[in-house]
């Protein structure tokens, strides 16, 4: 299930954030997160520009964190992120919260492609990303630099109706 960011989610949200084998795959530095800065980000996680969304379980339990992000009326596309504690990783709940975020998109944003970018070596989540209909478009060669190494980024879209 999706909702809003909450505040209660921001001991949750730091675990994740200071956990070096999740963190690695993102260009943000958020082992240094703190407290205070996760609960700016809460406060200012929903906007026209930027939406995110708390995934949670049967308890309310916070999962993780999936956003559109950069979204733009004039061309109805955005671009798809998602995080998952370890605790949600394997159990279904990143992809079914994928799937809510695409309807959300394409039915309540009337948006016509969702777009993402992940690390060429993240094969995991590229299977994700492959399961919830996201096609490979290309690759992006040696296009960020993480911890003084160039990465290649892969680049998969969707668009609505082509799920």
Request: net charge neutral; charged share 25%; proline share 1%.
């Amino acid at each position: 299930m999706l909702r809003r960011l909450q505040t209660k989610d921001a001991p949750l949200m730091l675990e994740w954030m200071h956990d070096s084998e999740i963190n690695c795959n993102f260009q943000t530095d958020f082992a240094s997160a703190t407290l205070e800065g996760v609960l700016d980000f809460i406060h200012d996680s929903f906007n026209d520009e930027s939406q995110n969304f708390a995934f949670v379980d049967e308890n309310d339990e916070y999962l993780g964190t999936i956003s559109l992000k950069h979204i733009s009326q004039k061309n109805r596309n955005a671009e798809y992120a998602i995080v998952t504690r370890k605790k949600a990783q394997g159990t279904g709940a990143a992809r079914k919260a994928t799937q809510e975020l695409l309807k959300y998109a394409f039915g309540e944003l009337k948006l016509h492609k969702v777009y993402l970018n992940v690390l060429e070596e993240n094969v995991r989540a590229q299977k994700l990303y492959e399961k919830c209909g996201f096609v490979y478009e290309g690759s992006a060669v040696d296009a960020v630099r993480i911890n003084g190494t160039y990465r290649t980024l892969k680049w998969y879209g969707v668009l609505c109706g082509r799920r």
